[in-house]
């Protein structure tokens, strides 16, 4: 199941949505049920057994745990050290960039090895924001439910964007009134159908008339009207993801 692109994750979405709405409007939707549901989806999200090596399969959700437990000591470790610049920020840099690099160099190194998780370059860029405000001081030590939440918040963890601490803390802390979650779902609701407007209609159609023929076809001008789409398409992302964080 791969979030946002077919059609079982945005059933699972319902159950998550409903109650949601639910509790909203009674004023209760705070930071507890964002919880409960970010740990639900994140079980059904990466319930799939990866194949590390030859007759040694591992659930995706161990390899997420072992990665929070490796960001959270990380964190900690820099948070309680004195120096925050110099070899500690750097070694800290490299520390918290180690998993990523496995899951991108393991597989080139063992074809048939499989490791990491989707979304690992979110939540590492993320976990380096934590990094840099810490070095910055701009922030104190996250507590572990805050870092982790920051992390792994659902929604975000597999197609971003990427967030900034200070900015989701204000949020996750919020507890919100009746009039100014119905104020947040109306532009939700907005951003949504706008979403699935330009990804299944405007995007299928750019795709199969566009993208697919000038894949099939050998000429230059093909690639390259095939690659000026693909830089269109990143341009498009990241200013979706600029509104997203602006929100």
């Known amino acids: 199941m791969i979030p946002y692109a077919d059609v079982t994750y945005f059933v699972l979405l319902v ?3 409903v109650p949601t709405l639910i509790f909203g409007l009674l004023g209760r939707a705070g930071w507890r049920w964002a919880l409960l549901v970010t740990v639900a989806m994140l079980l059904v999200q990466y319930h799939e057994e990866l194949h590390f090596r030859a007759h040694f399969p591992v659930r995706e959700i161990w390899i997420l745990l072992g990665f929070a437990a490796w960001q959270w ?12 610049a110099g070899w500690m920020f750097y070694g800290t840099l490299a520390i918290s960039l180690l998993p990523l690099a496995a899951a991108k160099l393991v597989p080139l190194v063992s074809p048939k090895s499989q ?24 922030i104190a030590a996250p507590g572990t439910l805050d870092l982790l939440m920051f992390l792994f ?9 990427i967030d900034r601490y200070r900015r989701f803390l204000t949020d996750w802390k919020k507890k919100r009134t009746r009039t100014e979650f119905l104020s947040d779902l109306d532009g939700a609701v907005h951003r949504f159908f706008r979403g699935l407007f330009y990804k299944f209609i405007v995007a299928a159609l750019i795709k199969q008339h566009w993208l697919e023929p000038a894949a ?4 230059f001008g093909a690639l390259l009207s095939y690659m000026c789409l693909q830089f269109l398409s990143v341009l498009r992302f990241r200013r979706v993801q600029r509104l997203c964080y602006q929100s």
Request: hydrophobic residues 50%; positive net charge.
């Open 15 to 17: 159950y998550v949505a």
């Open 73 to 84: 000591v990380t964190v900690r470790v820099f948070a309680g050290a004195g120096a925050r």
């Open 115 to 138: 490791f990491g998780f989707l979304g690992i370059s979110y939540v590492t860029f993320r976990a380096l924001d934590v990094v840099f405000c810490l070095r910055d001081q701009v």
């Open 153 to 161: 918040f659902f929604p975000t963890i597999s197609a971003g964007p």
């Open 216 to 219: 099939r076809s050998g000429s």
